[in-house]
């Protein structure tokens, strides 16, 4: 760690001018090629859509870095993609790559050698090559049957050399891309959360209620005539701090909650006169079987309850959620 002593004195307003200059300039980079899209990313979505293979991105240094962020995202919006580094395709890589495939090809200037020099292979090939590049006259554009302008007036770096508006241009393309592809392909948040599904929104969007629901003798229920002992004992077996009165197909005619039974309680009710069905809350909320489990959250949410009885088909109480399951399945 750097002691204070070696903490060169900085000059604030500098510093904020500076960073702000960025995201001013970086915008205003991306609002001038929103733009200038047109006929090209129009033919360059249709292309891709006709392959039978997969995107290969490719790109050299800061752009190899972005080629890997749109392949990663062409990847996971329902168009398969790889990236391969086009100094490794120099030497074997390039392989991988078959003319049912189509290259992206990024390249500021156009002119970075490693990718220039594979040029010649992907034509003799019959490799379709969709260039994102803001030199429009180079030899990346001359060889590319359909060119992306990426261009930009000038970097965010106040020496106008660090690749900063040029590498953000580059990204905001690849996205571009990728809300039109997933769009055109019918991509749903389903599809999303299917090459997703470690992460949160995958576990919202996949998970059910049948994957969380407590069944079978772990659902508390009880008919409309029992007693108010009878009631007390299922809820304190099955610890779910409510229970559903059925009638005698199964189906749910009400719910008791713990809830319930501390305003019984306070409102003076003489609890052991009175049956499940008078103590009941009736038209209780239920969910059904093969619903997503984010709704039932949602449901909980809605009316501030904890539980949610779970029906089938056939309006048959077949199970119930409770807060603490889903937190457990990490829903929420």
Partial sequence: MLSSSAVPNVDAERILRLGRDACVTEAAALQDMAGRLGDAFVRAV?????????????????????????????ASTGTPAFFVHPAEASHGDLGMVTREDLVLALSNSGESSEITSLLPVLRRE?????????????????????????GVRREAC???????????????????????????????AEDFA???????????????????????EEVPRVPADARFSALMRE???????????????GRPLGIFTDGDLRRRIEAGSDL?????????????????????AADAAQLMEQHHITSVLVTDGEGKLVGIVHIGDLLRAKVI
């Fill in 126 to 150: 019959g490799v379709p090559l969709v260039a994102l590049t803001g030199g429009l006259q180079s030899t990346l554009a001359r060889h590319a049957d359909l060119v992306l302008d990426c």
């Fill in 46 to 74: 249709s292309r891709i859509l006709a392959i039978r293979g997969r995107v290969v991105v490719m790109g050299m240094g800061k752009s190899g870095h972005v080629g890997r962020k749109i392949a990663a995202t062409l």
């Fill in 194 to 216: 299917r090459s997703h599904p470690g992460g949160a929104l995958g576990r919202r969007l996949l998970t059910l209620v049948r994957d969380v629901m407590r069944r079978d």
């Fill in 235 to 249: 809820m304190s077996a099955k610890a779910v701090g409510a229970a559903a009165v059925v009638d005698a197909e």
């Fill in 272 to 292: 052991l006169a009175l049956t499940a069905g008078e103590l009941m809350h009736a038209r209780p909320r239920t969910i059904a079987l093969d619903a997503l």
């Fill in 158 to 188: 106040p020496l106008n050399l660090a690749p900063t508006a040029s590498t953000t241009a580059q990204i905001a393309m690849g996205d571009a891309l990728a809300v039109a592809l997933l769009d055109a392909r019918g991509f749903r």
